[in-house]
């Protein structure tokens, strides 16, 4: 895969290395960052707090910074490559050690009918690097535990805000909800931007995401993948009063420690790398994931058949909870080289952290 543009260098996944020492207390270290990830499963929201105080995020609105051409030039956000001989393996065989019975089964990305505005919860995040180059990946608005019915909250992939080590967060970042809902952009038509971004730009205020991600991802594939997951909170157009999930009319609640061996997935996401072209919103209908993990302390990747490709990374992973009302499980995080699968972090504790501490922020 390749992208065009500076950021075109996330054509591999990212890497989970070594991380900063902790305090005396037993908390954040000097630094802020946990000192091992059995720590960070022990925060509360006064240790996310000092963390996220030290690593905070700026993101000014820039007036007319995205109209309809700069959102279709923007290159997309790869999701890396998983190593190919790392198999993945049924649920019941966790903890994986990347050994197993196999590959999941190759399902292909269906276009989802338009309008959009149908589904309106999912949508695009657009961003702009330090150097200049922008990016673009998938994302949906799911439902905040502190603000029911008023939700400004928006679900990605970690690798979408931020580069990972030694990188800081993007800038310019906005969600475009249904984005190209009536197709007067697709083949890269030119469109105007009321037809583009239907229901407005809504900006990043707040964002969060694992620790982990922010000090050790790199560019392989490998165990900070496993944490690839972040939370925009958005604010909208001017003069627009209402919450996100008001003007939208939804909001996906997140299903945390879901029951592995009792999901059947639907993947979606704007994939924008041959034969896709960006402009469209796709899904996969995958079924019951296997599982991959790169590091057996922490929670197995949830991985599926699809043939989504870069643009999909951050597009939300959907199974109906025990309610029968559809629910957020993972994100797209990495694929295959073939564009055969989709790996996305499973979504426990550390995840229920991060969501509950920009709910209350």
């Not at 070594?18 to 240790?47: I, Q, Y």
């Not at 939370?231 to 009063?241: C, T």
């Amino acid at each position: 895969m390749r992208a065009r543009g500076v950021l075109a260098a996330l054509t591999a996944a990212v890497l989970l290395g070594g991380v900063a020492g902790c305090g005396s207390d037993g908390g954040p270290g000097g630094d802020g960052n946990p000192h091992s990830f059995a720590e960070l499963k022990r925060w509360g929201f006064t240790e996310w707090d000092h963390w996220a105080q030290r690593h905070s995020f700026r993101n000014p609105v820039v007036a007319g910074a995205w109209s309809a051409e700069t959102m279709d030039q923007a290159p997309p956000q790869q999701p890396a490559p998983a190593p190919e001989s790392a198999a993945p393996e049924s649920p019941s065989a966790l903890p994986s050690t990347g050994t197993g019975p196999g590959p999941v089964p190759a399902v292909a990305a269906q276009p989802v009918p338009r309008p959009y505005t149908s589904y309106p919860a999912s949508g695009k995040v657009f961003l702009t690097a330090p150097n200049g180059g922008t990016g673009q990946c998938s994302a949906t608005v799911v439902a905040d535990p502190a603000n029911p019915g008023h939700s400004n909250l928006v679900w990605t992939a970690a690798h979408c805000v931020h580069p990972g080590k030694g990188g800081d967060w993007y800038k310019n970042l906005v969600f475009v909800p249904a984005y190209n809902s009536s197709g007067a952009a697709s083949d890269h038509q030119k469109a105007p931007l009321a037809e583009v971004a239907p229901l407005g730009q809504w900006w990043a205020d707040k964002v969060i995401t694992s620790p982990l991600w922010t000090t050790e991802g790199t560019r392989g594939g490998d165990a900070a993948n496993q944490y690839d997951f972040a939370v925009i909170k958005v604010h909208g157009p001017e003069g627009e009063s209402r919450s996100l999930e008001e003007v939208l009319g939804t909001a996906v609640p997140v299903w945390f420690d879901a029951p592995r061996e009792q999901l059947a997935i639907q993947a979606w996401g704007y994939p924008a790398v041959a034969p896709f072209d960006g402009q469209e919103l796709e899904r996969c209908d995958s079924g019951r994931p296997a599982a991959r993990s790169f590091d057996a302390a922490r929670p197995a990747m949830l991985v599926i058949g699809c043939t989504m490709t870069a643009g999909a990374s951050g597009g939300g992973w959907f199974a109906d909870g025990p309610d029968g009302r559809q629910r957020l499980v993972s994100n797209t995080s990495i694929g295959t080289q073939a564009h055969t699968a989709l790996n996305g972090p499973y979504l426990e504790g550390v995840a229920r952290q991060a969501l509950d501490y920009i709910s209350r922020k």
